[in-house]
């Protein structure tokens, strides 16, 4: 496909049980970014790769959050042991480089943890 | 979390009237971009600004770069009821991971 694609859609679990979500991000972009939304709220910048650099993961609330960006394509966002607070819309953009370009976004995971 | 602060946080208009939101920030930025998002999917790119005192425009909708690098606006004049959805700006930072952080948002409703 043409733009970014995030699995699943929506996913509830269990509080304490672990998800992974996933994002396809478009082909050829070297920048992959995860934000959280939460309800009525604005974007949260969670975690952020660059190509082969270092990723900047200054934003994300806690260690039970981790990511991956494998092969510098597809990433996955894993969150361990959930808690209801981590309930939200988890968003993946990317774009074709770090500087001056815009970022393109998926449709997000809605998570829901009862 | 790290977020902008953004003005209004809501407003009800009626279709016809022009809106105007804003965002500032502490920081000096290299870029600003302003988003639309409608419920159940993800944020659409509506402009996008490199260049501090820019001003650019995108049919009824026209964003500006503020001249200190800390803000950014945008217009929509004649507003019509698809106007209505959350806006977002997001600024990329000068040096380091170059991350964009976004706004707090403006929910908008458009009376008929």
């Known amino acids: 496909g043409a733009g970014v694609s995030q699995s699943p859609s929506n996913k509830v679990t269990e509080k304490g049980k672990d998800v992974e979500l996933r994002c396809d991000p478009i082909s050829g972009h070297t920048a992959l970014y995860w934000y959280r939304q939460s309800l009525g709220q604005g974007l949260e910048f969670l975690i952020y790769?660059?190509?082969?650099?270092?990723?900047?993961k200054s934003g994300l609330p806690s260690d039970r959050f981790s990511a991956e960006r494998t092969g510098g394509s597809v990433s996955t966002l894993t969150i361990q042991r959930t808690q209801q607070e981590d309930s939200a819309v988890y968003l993946c953009?990317?774009?074709?480089?770090?500087?001056?370009?815009?970022?393109?976004f998926g449709n997000g995971t809605r998570l829901t943890v009862t | 979390g790290q977020q902008l602060n953004q003005s209004p946080q809501s407003m009800f208009i009626q279709e016809g009237e022009d809106v105007s939101m804003n965002c500032t920030s502490s920081s000096i930025f290299n870029t600003w971009l302003w988003y639309k998002q409608d419920p159940g999917e993800g944020p659409v790119l509506l402009i996008a600004l490199y260049k501090a005192g820019e001003l650019t425009s995108n049919g009824r909708l026209t964003a500006q770069f503020g001249i200190t690098r800390k803000d950014s606006f945008l217009n929509i004049s004649a507003s019509i009821p698809s106007d209505v959805g959350i806006y977002f700006c997001a600024g990329q930072g000068t040096s380091g991971t170059y991350k964009y952080i976004f706004g707090t948002g403006t929910r908008l409703k458009v009376l008929a």
């Open positions: 790769f660059q190509g082969n650099s270092a990723p900047d």
């Open positions: 953009a990317s774009s074709p480089d770090s500087r001056y370009s815009p970022l393109h």
